[in-house]
């Protein structure tokens, strides 16, 4: 049983009658049902911004995995000494699950060392993500290829590293099209950048979303391997 840390902002679902209408017991609360699928398969624990050490103290951090992380207004507000943790945390081997708009989170953007930016259009328009690596875990169980009947649009140019697996590729019904599911290695830790989950749509409602994010946990995980040493040998 893994040890997952859901991060949330809160803000929106607190501050907007939209997004609380969709959300109301917060994103973080639809994330883990649907981690959990009917079964306690994790041990679940939350984590948002205006907790003391936005709920991301040292303790939490050296328990936790894996790291979801939902972020959209509040990037800038993220103290800079969490940010070292997460940083420091993923190195160690802590799994990063970076959902939608955390593409500009402090975190995922220290670890890609780039801008991180990309093109946005909020039109409520159909996505179709396409499987383009259809061996990969992240995607086992999945047909290939997802539709999302209403989604924000993002699309390329995305200035991140290229990943070290892509497995899914968007389309949208305006012709872009976005790196939607990028893997990467930072040290001993495991992320996945996933696209989708604007907060005004119930994106984390759709069973084969909560399919990628089970399967992304489970991929993010630690696993065991030989002992890292680093300095000078005698």
């Given amino acids: 049983m893994a040890t997952v ?5 809160f803000r929106h679902e607190r501050e907007d009658d ?3 209408a969709v959300y109301p017991d917060g994103i973080h609360e639809t994330i883990a049902d649907g981690l959990t699928d009917g079964e306690r398969v994790h ?21 936790t995995d894996v790291l979801l992380w939902w972020g959209h207004e509040a990037h800038d507000e993220v103290a800079d000494e969490i940010v070292d943790r997460v940083h420091r945390r993923v190195l160690e081997g802590m799994g990063l699950i970076a959902l939608h ?7 995922f953007k220290r670890l890609m060392g780039t801008t991180c930016s990309l093109q946005y259009r909020e039109a409520g328009e159909t996505e179709r ?5 259809p061996g990969h875990p992240i995607v ?8 999302l009947p209403r989604t924000e649009m993002y699309g390329e140019p995305f200035d991140v590293p290229e990943p070290d697996r892509l497995v899914f590729l968007s389309w949208f019904e305006g012709g872009e099209v976005f790196r939607s599911g990028c893997c990467y290695r930072r040290g001993s830790g495991r992320i ?32 065991d391997g030989s002992p890292r040493t680093f300095g000078e040998r005698e």
Avoid: C, M
Wanted: proline fraction near 6%; glycine fraction near 4%.
């Fill in 101 to 107: 708009s955390a593409h500009y989170s402090k975190p």
């Fill in 129 to 133: 993500l396409w499987v383009v690596d």
């Fill in 140 to 147: 086992d169980g999945l047909d290939e290829s997802l539709e």
């Fill in 5 to 9: 840390t859901i991060w949330n902002e």
């Fill in 43 to 63: 041990d679940i624990q939350y984590a948002t911004l205006e907790e003391p050490d936005h709920g991301l103290t040292e303790d939490v951090l050296e328990r």
């Fill in 18 to 20: 939209d997004v609380a």
């Fill in 192 to 223: 996945f950048y996933f696209r989708p989950g604007h907060e005004t749509y119930p994106i984390y409602e759709n069973e084969e979303i909560r399919r990628v994010l089970r399967n992304a946990v489970a991929w993010a995980s630690p696993t």
